[in-house]
Nanobody, 124 residues
């Protein structure tokens, strides 16, 4: 009952930055906890970051803490992921996800809706 579309992926050199965006439509955006996941070739989908319905609380995977920042804009129905100091190990397809709950979830099965993904490639 919500549609998600990611954008902003691309190719960047190690040490560079990218900003991913996710546009939501269909239902009240503020009802959902929002998260970002990523999946590299041959790997399982892994949690990256999440943000509360109000935007007042965030959580990050240890691998990206201090480098990535998640934010949301309720007026625009968007959630963003600012990625700095990118490393080759960050290369993956990045997915936006929505959870109809007041609490965090760190696993893919905790989220109800998913975007189609956007490719991020970090070169050495």
């Amino acid at each position: 009952q919500v549609q998600l579309v990611e954008s902003g992926g691309g190719l960047v050199q190690a040490g560079g930055s990218l900003r991913l965006s996710c546009a939501a439509s269909g239902r009240t955006f503020s009802s959902y906890v929002m998260g970002w996941f990523r999946q590299a070739p041959g790997k399982e989908r892994e949690f990256v970051a999440a943000i509360s319905r109000s935007g007042g609380s965030t959580w990050y995977a240890d691998s990206v803490k201090g480098r990535f920042t998640i934010s949301r804009d309720s007026a625009k129905n968007t959630v963003s992921l600012q990625m700095n100091s990118l490393k080759p190990e960050d290369t993956a397809v990045y997915y936006c996800a929505a959870r109809y709950s007041s609490s965090y979830s760190y696993t893919p099965n905790g989220y109800n809706y998913w975007g189609q993904g956007t490719q991020v490639t970090v070169s050495s």
